[in-house]
């Protein structure tokens, strides 16, 4: 065997950590021979088992095969679940029992073979098993290594919480394998990474140093494994083993030294909980989606921050910090993705946080210690340190609060962060200079991070950092580099500047370890340009190679040198290649002319600010003369030569950043000189001291190298006139916010010829920031708007009408477009306009991080935090993706697939704004869509239309739905708008059958016409909607024979509903998910096994009577041509749209979308992940509610395919077909771990072989149910014998129906099958209902519920209970223990009130009952109220609202009649919003006393049927409460009853009809309608009846009605 190298740390006085590669060897022999024992017994979980047991146990054993030993010792392993449910007081029994049965004593040795999981359960049953036993730590994951297997704590987690009973206990030996961390993964190495960060954040600077420099090949030493014995000995170990057991080994000595200090953890033990504070109340709310790492990370950065805040901690270091763990793939903010898409991260509030950070052990008290770094490798104290709540808290909030008033610090001096353009400029020019070069104010940033890490790649440079980070110390190779070694890439992310200026940097190459050097980057790198810059090298004699797309990285380039001479570039594009060329250019081998071409060159300021920097750095460089004109040439001469370092190079600071501290001292009268920006500044904008802020009054003194600006008093600006900001177009933002309280009259010369006023300032020049983070132009009006300062927008600019600071709005809420500049620039008002509140501070992170620091602790203006109030509507659990519940819905689809109509149909369900963008374009350009395709031709009016989409979604970003014409597509730049708006917004692509599409439009002429055949059209623009948009709605008019509509005669109502539901669920506003998931609610759903689900869509109702949710079994759908077809299938992802879509029609249930394989007991083949996958996003696009995933799918795909869900749910599932599965034993805690982590709804399926099979299911369910935040859980038994398990599941448990073909697993049951059952064994109990009311004999509603109730299979029953009034009748009734609910009718809708304990809001407004539901209010069920609710109103809502036209809505509607019906029928009107409401009754005092019995709705009486009051608009819908022998058409009828004339019913109308009355059917109200009243539609008292009805059922049993059953019923009895 090979020699085995360890390296050795000591803790605790015992040099018990030993650290290598490859150590199972050593291990059995270091533990056999030093730990003499009767027995080992190795405890692992069953991956690591997977990987690694198999040579442990043979290591061990013939090891103790060949030892002298007598009796030889035993050598026994058990293997656990893995995951943290594993670590419980039930875990460590299962281990004690093990111990037991194999009569383990107490010189047992244990070994932990694992992660922290396993090292922290194993060492606790080693702490206690017969008093305590010896036993070593092996752990396999990073974080175990580095943390949790140093120190000695062992724990187990309890309901309660993690890690609550647990004891200090030592091991013998940790031994470190590092090659175990080649099977880990990658998410996992990433997480233990989290700690050793940590580590050497706190403790040393020089580790700090090599992690972030050398991650990718830290990487590297666990990406691929490496054959054994490699690493072993010092000979076979290779550089990244070197490396990362250095790094490893680095981390544990410093634990190792601090838990030597202080075992018991009283004060420097503390340290190592940096990140942990808020790292743990993160993880409390997050886990298990998110891991402990993962937390820490982010925990880091905000505890940096508010070390930051505290002004203890640079803003350099948390940059460093904030990159470095970047680069190990670890979330650095609450706003990472993988964090946002978490359904509870909607959780994290600042209160919540601060309230669990309470119950931290090392807080004092109630005051909370957070470990504060002072640099990195070093904290602030030597334990925790106490922080303020209000620290804390300003650092978690999204929003902040400038507190207004004089700065503290006044005069105030200070710089701002350096320009990133100089910065990545000077660590070129230093890197090729000769000397030492110490760069003062370097920009910390991702661009200047990859920059230095390339040119160390090149070996082109040295860097070292001096004072905390603040200088970094340039070693220039004097042009030196070398190409890295074959297989390595300079990987430069998505850092521009740096891709350009270093691919000519990358041509001075000249001796190389391979051939050439690769530069590559992100994927949105590889889509920039880097075209013209090649071309330009290439033809000057460079080998330059594209490796991939033309014209984009990533490049490969030869060492050969820059050849030099003339050198021809196209700089129209980008003046950073000329930079780039410019830069070199003296390291060539001939002398460079470099001539500019392509005619109008970009940003020449840029090429002044490089040519500048490089004479600083000795370089000259001549621009040539036309001799005949004297103006400059774009032509460059540079000659040749070395870069001379000056020894301090200071870089500028940014001026755009200065602006905003100059401002803040001539707004407040205070003084401020920014350092590092002069006269010579190389920037714009360091020209807006002298030419906005000294014309507005200051004093402005500006040297070479500094600005001092001082105000003139509080409130006397000047303002500023006209002015062309050209130059500094980024200051407008800073000159605007000035010009809003500046009212003094502007200098002469500047004054506007045409204002009346002093107080206007005209900005211009700066149409180009409509084009940057946001339009910031309308940003700035619409915000300056919130603090009732008046603009005026102008082509290329604005005009600003400034007001004294007093007029001002205060409060204000400023929104920032995410948009740093926007946020600064307020914030300068905010100085002077109290309580003004920045909405995302952390927009700023931009270009200014720690702007609000630098506010409180250079400027001296105090900083609050502000939490948001979010009101955003209620989220399903599962939250909704990425994207603002808010944002506005953009439609896109053919010409005529019905975008208009149903945009406007979605805007009203969510009460959101219509958008045409055909109109929208023609009433801005003043010219309809088809005259200006005559006029200008179809490409101009492609690019007016995307102009206007851009337009579209800037001005409206939230609560519109906007449809967009049909050909929006076919532009690439409107394509780019759609996929960006899918990150944020909505963008739904309308389908349409294309055959119904050509019939519609061979009606319609309004647009242009296409010039060539639809169907071309849309073969071409299909694929580009599907890439736009993140969700579809298919317009569904029936399948190709009609044979929906023929069953379907409601088909416009169905399609109201249906778009009312898509909407509402995938904007989040109110999610289609089922209301009986809730916990001890039982939840059912139905599954559809047809090959076709068309034949059985006419039965939906009956079959899905009861149930709560409709599963479509995709994997058993076959389209009919493949019918004859075995074996396993795959169904057409658009055969499954229309499927889905006929589904939709007829259901608004939601739907379950399952694909279940072969091998978990469906059709679907086992191995096509893609395809499985494909039609998984059919279901997200189309806005399924529950989706059931396979947990056996990779994981990654699972997670990513849960990023995108918006407001639905996953179903993570496993099936155990083999009946292997047994729910005390370790898989199924496996599968629900996983399934755990990734769903919001758990399904595991296992299979009785006996009785005991169930119960042991019951047991596992309760187990884990009892659980902290548990989910809901499916757990079902297969199979006759676990038929009872399908009982008594509670979750969506899967139902058959005897009208299905086939039952889709064996041993499923009906809903009434199982309702019956139920009731049988004791868990629904029979419950009877009542009628109250006299003279009710006749009554239908005994025939309504009881049909109900018998389709149900519920054990209820519904009597009539004639009494002659409210009495001890019904006293007795109500208390008995059977009662379930009743009806009440006139006269006792008002009587009964007394008798109940609550009312809902709606019977307490209209002041009757109808309906009385008993509710349980504890668990145990004993206690009982009753509850009283009036579902009049919503029988009268439902009657108008499925009857009223799609398009319309209730402009005014009359109610005749002033008794309790009528007060319900106000109370539904108002509710469906309508604008007028009449009331007309004989006695008119009546009807005024109807009217002021709600004041809140506005109600005029009507004295005269057909007269209205006020010439108010006539009714579009009428609801009559009257007896109908009270009314009469007859004209001289008129003493009897009340006269109906004609002219009720407007012709004009399609209005609604309701006589409330019950009989007869024909009432004159409605007969009258028939013969007048073309257009309108009728509805009868029996209809309100059953509406009425339905929702009460609907109450008592938490059961939908069935609606169509109930309905013949009841209409036969009414007919009889
Ligand atoms: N005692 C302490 O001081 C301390 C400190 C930090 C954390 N902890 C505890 O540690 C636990 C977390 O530890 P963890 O992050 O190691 O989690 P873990 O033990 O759950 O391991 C993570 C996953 O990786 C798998 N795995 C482990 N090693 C593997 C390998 N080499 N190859 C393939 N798969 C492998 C495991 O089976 C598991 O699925 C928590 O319970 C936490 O409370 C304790």
């Known amino acids: 065997m090979s020699s085995t190298d360890v390296l050795k740390v000591s803790i605790l006085g015992k040099e018990s950590i030993h650290c290598g590669f490859h150590l199972i060897p050593y291990i059995a022999r270091t533990v056999l021979n030093t730990l003499p024992s009767s027995t080992y017994v190795l405890v692992t979980d069953t991956n690591v088992a997977n990987f690694h047991l198999a040579s442990f146990e043979s290591e061990f054993k013939a090891a103790i095969l060949s030892s002298t030993t007598d009796p030889k010792p035993r050598f026994l392993s058990y293997v656990i679940p893995p995951g943290e449910t594993s670590k419980s007081r039930e875990g460590k029994a299962d281990i004690e029992d093990f111990l037991l049965l194999n009569r383990c004593t107490r010189d047992t040795v244990l070994l932990a073979l694992g992660g922290g999981v396993i090292g922290d359960l194993a060492g606790f049953v080693a702490a206690t098993f017969m008093r305590g036993i010896r036993f070593c730590q092996v752990p396999t994951t990073l974080l175990a290594m580095v943390d949790s297997s140093v120190g000695g704590k062992t724990a187990i987690d309890t309901p309660h919480g993690k890690n609550l009973i647990g004891a200090f206990w030592q091991p013998e030996y940790i031994f470190i394998d590092a090659a175990f961390l080649e099977t880990l993964p990658v998410r996992e190495f990433s ?75 009283t004060g420097l033990r503390n340290l190592v909980n940096f990140g942990h504070s808020i790292g743990h109340a993160i993880e409390a709310v997050l886990t298990p989606s998110i891991l402990h790492g993962e937390c820490v990370s982010v925990g880091m950065i905000l505890e940096a921050e508010v070390a930051r805040s505290l002004g203890v901690f640079g803003q350099v270091g948390v940059g460093r910090l904030t990159r470095c763990l970047k680069a190990y793939n670890l979330p650095v903010s609450l706003e990472d993705p993988r964090i946002k898409c978490v359904p509870a991260a909607k959780l994290l509030g600042v209160e919540k946080l601060l309230d669990i950070m309470r119950i931290d052990k090392k807080n004092s008290g109630t005051a909370k210690k957070i470990v504060i770094l002072a640099s990195i490798g070093a904290t602030y104290e030597q334990k925790a340190t106490v922080v303020a709540d209000s620290v804390i808290a300003k650092v978690l909030s999204e929003a902040a609060k400038v507190t207004s008033g004089i700065p503290s610090k006044n005069p105030v001096h200070m710089a701002t962060p350096g320009s990133k353009s100089i910065s990545n400029r000077a660590l070129v020019l230093a890197a090729l200079g000769t000397g030492t070069c110490r760069l003062k104010n370097l920009l910390h940033s991702d661009d200047t991070q990859v920059m230095m890490n390339a040119l160390l790649e090149l070996k082109g440079a040295s860097f070292a950092w001096e004072d905390g980070g603040e200088t970094l110390v340039v070693e220039g190779g004097k042009g030196s580099l070398s190409a890295p070694h074959k297989g390595k890439e300079i990987y430069l992310g998505n850092a521009g500047t740096a891709a350009r200026f270093l691919t000519t940097v990358c041509t001075l190459v000249q001796c190389a370890e391979s051939s050439s050097t690769v530069i590559t980057g992100n994927a949105r790198m590889k889509q920039r340009p880097i075209g013209p810059l090649v071309d330009a090298l290439r033809s000057n004699g460079s080998h330059i190679e594209y490796l991939d797309s033309q014209g984009c990285l990533p490049l490969s380039i030869a060492p050969q040198g820059l050849k030099g001479g003339r050198i021809q570039l196209a700089a129209s594009v980008s003046s950073q290649y000329v930079s780039s060329i410019l830069l070199c250019a003296p390291y060539a081998s001939e002398t460079v002319t470099l001539e500019l071409t392509g005619g109008q060159v970009i940003s020449q300021p840029y090429i002044d600010m490089t040519i500048a920097m490089m004479r600083t750095f000795g370089i000259n460089v001549a621009r040539q003369i036309d001799s005949a004109t004297g103006k400059p040439l774009d032509v460059y001469r540079i000659p040749k030569g070395t870069y001379t370092n000056p020894a301090e190079y200071n870089i500028e600071s940014d001026a755009s950043s200065a602006t905003y501290p100059l401002a803040i001292a001539a707004i407040t009268g205070t003084s401020c000189t920014i350092a590092n920006i002069g006269s010579t500044s190389l920037q714009g904008d360091a020209r807006f001291a002298k030419e906005v802020l000294e014309p507005m009054g200051c004093d402005v003194i500006q040297t070479e190298t500094e600005t001092t600006v001082r105000g003139p008093p509080v409130g006397q600006l000047k303002s500023i006139g006209l002015i062309d900001m050209e130059p500094m177009t980024d200051a407008f933002l800073t000159a605007s916010v000035l010009a809003a309280v500046a009212v003094g009259a502007p200098l002469q010369g500047r004054k506007l010829k045409d204002a009346e006023c002093h107080n206007v300032t005209r900005i211009l020049g700066i149409s180009n920031q409509r084009v940057k983070e946001c339009n910031r132009i309308k940003a700035m009006i619409d915000e300056l708007a919130k603090f009732g300062v008046e603009t005026k927008e102008l082509p290329d600019g604005l005009e600003i009408y400034g007001k004294p600071i007093k007029d001002l709005r205060q409060g204000a809420s400023v929104h920032c477009y995410d948009d740093h500049r926007v946020a600064m620039a307020f914030s300068v008002l905010g100085t002077v306009i109290s309580d003004t509140i920045i909405e995302e501070k952390r927009c700023v992170e931009k270009t200014w991080p720690n702007w609000w620091d630098d506010l409180e602790n250079k400027i001296g203006l105090k900083v609050e935090g502000v939490e948001l109030t979010n009101e955003g509507p209620l989220a399903s659990a599962s939250g909704a993706g990425t994207q603002d519940t808010t944002a506005s819905v953009v439609l896109i689809g053919m010409r005529g697939s019905g975008k208009s109509f149903i945009g406007k149909l979605a805007a009203s369900a969510l009460n959101w704004s219509f958008i045409d963008a055909d109109h929208y374009f023609e009433e801005k350009l003043q010219i309809g869509v088809r005259e200006f395709v ?276 996953v179903v993570a599932s496993w099936h155990d077909w083999s009946g292997k599965m047994k729910w005390n034993g370790a898989q199924v805690k496996e599968k629900y771990n996983v399934a755990n982590r990734l769903g919001d709804i758990i399904k595991i399926i296992g299979k009785a072989e006996s009785l005991a099979d169930n119960f042991a299911l019951f047991e596992f369910v309760s187990r884990a149910s009892s659980t902290h935040q548990a989910k809901p859980i499916i757990a079902i038994n297969m199979g006759g014998e676990g038929q009872m398990t399908r009982i008594l599941n509670t979750t969506f448990t899967p139902v058959s129906h005897p009208l299905l073909p086939t039952k889709s697993a064996p041993g499923q049951l009906s809903f009434v099958e199982i309702q019956t059952a139920l009731n049988l064994l004791g868990q629904l109990p029979t419950r009877r209902f009542f009628l109250f009311g006299n003279a009710i004999s006749q009554s239908p509603s005994p025939t309504l519920h009881n049909t109900a109730f018998e389709a149900l299979g519920l054990p209820y029953v519904y009597d009539l209970l004639q009494i002659p009034e409210v009495g001890e009748e019904i006293r007795a009734t109500i208390v008995s223990p059977t009662f379930g609910g009743a009806s009440v009718t006139i006269p006792f809708k008002i009587d009964v009130l007394p008798l109940l304990d609550k009312l809902s809001p709606a019977a307490e407004a209209i002041g009757a009952v109808n309906t009385i539901i008993p509710q349980v209010t504890d668990a145990s069920g004993s206690q009982r109220i009753l509850y009283g609710d009036n579902t009049d109103w919503l029988g009268i809502r439902e009657c108008i609202r499925s009857r009223m036209p799609s398009h319309a809505s209730v402009t005014a509607a009359l109610v005749i009649g002033a008794g309790g019906t009528a007060r319900a029928a106000l109370y539904a009107l108002h509710a469906l919003g309508a604008q007028h409401i009449y009331i007309f009754n004989r006695t008119r005092s009546k009807a005024q006393e109807l009217a002021n019995a709600f004041p809140d709705i506005c109600v005029s009486l009507v004295d005269e049927l057909g007269k209205w009051p006020n010439a108010g608009p006539s009714p579009n819908v009428i609801v009559s409460t009257l007896p109908p022998a009270a009314t009469t058409t007859d004209s001289n009828d008129t003493h009897n009853a009340i006269y109906l004339p004609a002219t009720l019913f407007d012709p004009d109308h399609e209005g609604v009809v309701l006589d409330a009355a019950y009989k007869p059917a024909e009432t004159p109200l409605l007969t009258l309608a028939t013969k007048v009243g073309k257009s309108w539609t009728r509805a009868q008292g029996v209809d309100l009846l059953l509406e009425q009805g339905y929702n009460q059922f609907e109450l008592w049993t938490g059961r939908k009605c069935p609606r169509g059953i109930v309905a013949k019923r009841v209409r036969e009895f009414y007919a009889a």
């Open 191 to 265: 997480n233990g990474m989290a700690e050793v960060v940590k580590t050497a954040a706190i403790w040393s600077a020089a580790d700090f140093a090599l992690l972030e420099s050398r991650a990718s090949e830290i990487f590297s030493a666990i990406q691929s494994p490496s054959p054994c014995p490699t690493g072993r000995s010092l000979s076979t170990r290779t550089s990244s083993q070197t490396l990362l057991l250095s790094i490893i080994y680095g981390s544990i000595s410093v634990k190792a030294h601090i838990v030597t200090i202080d075992e018991r953890e």
């Open 934 to 1209: 005559r006029q200008h031709g179809w490409s101009a009016f492609r690019v007016a239309e995307s102009e206007i989409l851009e337009e579209l979604l800037v001005a409206n970003p939230t609560k519109h739905v906007i449809s967009l014409g049909g050909g929006i597509v076919e532009t690439a730049s409107a394509r780019d708008l759609l996929k960006k708006w899918t990150k944020k917004g909505y963008v739904v692509h309308i389908a349409r059958e294309i055959d119904e599409v050509v019939k519609y439009l061979g009606e319609e002429t309004a647009r242009p016409a296409y010039g060539e055949p639809i169907i071309d059209v849309f073969r071409r623009r299909e694929p580009w909607f599907l890439e736009c948009c993140n969700f579809e709605f298919v317009n569904y008019t029936g399948d190709s024979n009609g044979a929906v509509d023929q069953y379907v005669p409601e088909s416009k109502t169905r399609t109201k509903n249906e778009v009312t539901r898509f909407f509402q669920h995938i904007t989040g506003q109110k999610p289609n998910l089922a209301p009986n998931l809730a916990p001890e609610i039982r939840s059912y759903f139905l599954s559809l096994t047809y090959p076709d689900i068309t034949p059985a869509l006419p039965h939906i109702e009956e079959l899905t009577v009861g149930v709560d949710a409709v599963e479509l079994r995709v994997d058993l759908l076959r389209s009919p041509k493949d019918l004859a077809s075995f074996g396993p299938y795959i169904p057409p992802a658009s055969y499954v749209t229309n499927q889905l879509a006929a589904l939709r029609h007829v259901t608004t249930l939601p739907i379950v979308y399952t694909v279940r394989t072969v091998s978990q007991g469906g059709a679907f083949p086992d191995h096509a992940e893609q395809e499985a996958f494909d039609l998984l996003n059919v279901a997200l696009r189309m806005g399924v509610e529950y989706i059931d995933v396979e947990i056996s799918w990779p994981e990654k795909r699972i997670r990513d395919l849960s990023s995108r869900k918006g407001a639905s749910q």
